[in-house]
């Protein structure tokens, strides 16, 4: 019996997508074999890359300025290929909002000048610091946010204002919503989250940002090697390009990233009014910077949480604990989350609630 996975990531899948993956796993288009096996240089695979790439260009609109990159490393391999690719006068400005945005500066402090120009870790990270109250240095190379926050459940809704390449880790929430990616130099987002299985990592990166690697940036770091090679360079993460590939099929058939976001506005509406109008289920995030991503929540103490858990897991639900920095509980609802399963996680808080008051 499938359950309903509210994992931060690795994250559920669509169904379709699943069922379609299974249906190939022996024989992919007619070649004999699955894509787990054949050569990433032979012709089915590459066609499989070209279509990848040419989907997440359509879903996005990027423009043809910018250049699509499937590399490996996850994000956190980011925090250090961003300052090796984009560092020429030597120091950048970080915006802290969360677990991954620290140590995003952390990484970014061993090759160049980094400064905090705002943080919330005061208030544990629940609000997005005020954009009109930020002030970037002169001469910058680069801002760097993290546009989707997984643990603390936050969101950009305004980005900075600066002249500098804006740079934003979309890890959590890439696809989820309508972004226009002139505003940014550089996006990357782990796709574990919202697009595929674990071991691939998105690169959408302006292409007058190419070539300036610092040169002891390693190869497979470099963007501009990537690029030249149409992230062919080494072996890339097969399969979960092919995974991406129908997940990006699957999202164009739903009418693409409008349609989708409107249903992720909907899920995430349903579960935050559920939460504000108990007086048992408290969310702490400031609600105009809530996340329609990930939804933190917490009962009435740790030995509660610790039991919602437990039988929510009992109920089908699975996954919903929060991160060790925050406690209680976190439900990832991405785009591969149907309604259904959000209404059933409603139903089964209302069923706690009535139970441990």
């Not at 012709?43 to 300025?65: Q, S, T, Y």
């Not at 996850?74 to 006068?89: E, I, M, R, S, Y």
């Amino acid at each position: 019996m499938r359950v309903y996975n509210f994992a931060a990531g690795p994250s559920t899948l669509p169904l379709p997508v699943l069922e379609q993956a299974q249906k190939e796993l022996l024989d992919f288009n007619g070649t004999g074999m699955s894509v787990i096996e054949m050569s990433h240089r032979s012709k089915p695979f590459m066609a499989v890359n070209d279509e990848a790439n040419a989907l997440l260009r359509e879903l996005m609109g990027i423009p043809d300025d910018y250049s699509v990159l499937f590399v490996q490393g996850g994000a956190t391999q980011q925090f250090a290929a961003v300052p090796l690719n984009l560092l020429v006068n030597g120091k950048a400005d970080y915006i802290l909002t969360g677990n991954f945005a620290s140590k995003a500066y952390e990484e970014g402090l061993k090759y160049g000048d980094m400064a905090i120009a705002a943080s919330s870790k005061e208030a544990k990270y629940t609000y997005i610091p005020d954009m009109k109250d930020v002030k970037f240095r002169d001469g910058i190379d680069y801002v760097h946010t993290t546009y989707n926050n997984t643990i603390f459940g936050t969101r950009y809704t305004e980005l900075p204002k600066t002249d500098a390449t804006l740079v934003t880790d979309m890890s959590s929430c890439i696809l989820s919503e309508v972004v226009d990616v002139k505003k940014f130099g550089l996006i990357y987002a782990g796709a574990q989250k919202n697009i595929a299985p674990a071991g691939l990592t998105i690169v959408i990166v302006r292409k007058d940002l190419l070539g300036k690697a610092s040169p002891v940036c390693p190869v497979m770091l470099n963007y501009a090697i990537h690029d030249k090679n149409d992230s062919l360079y080494n072996t890339p993460p097969c399969f979960p390009i092919y995974m991406s590939l129908l997940v990006f099929r699957w999202l164009k058939s739903l009418g693409g990233v409008p349609v989708i976001q409107k249903i992720n506005e909907e899920k995430a509406k349903m579960l935050y009014d559920f939460i504000d109008n108990s007086s048992f289920y408290t969310n702490k995030v400031n609600k105009k910077d809530r996340s329609i991503m990930n939804v933190p929540f917490v009962s009435p103490s740790e030995e509660l949480d610790a039991k919602f858990v437990a039988e929510a897991t009992k109920a089908g639900l699975v996954s919903l604990k929060g991160h060790r920095v925050t406690g209680g509980m976190r439900a990832s609802i991405y785009n591969a989350m149907p309604i259904e399963g959000v209404k059933a996680l409603i139903d089964f808080m209302k069923k706690f609630e009535m139970e441990n008051k």
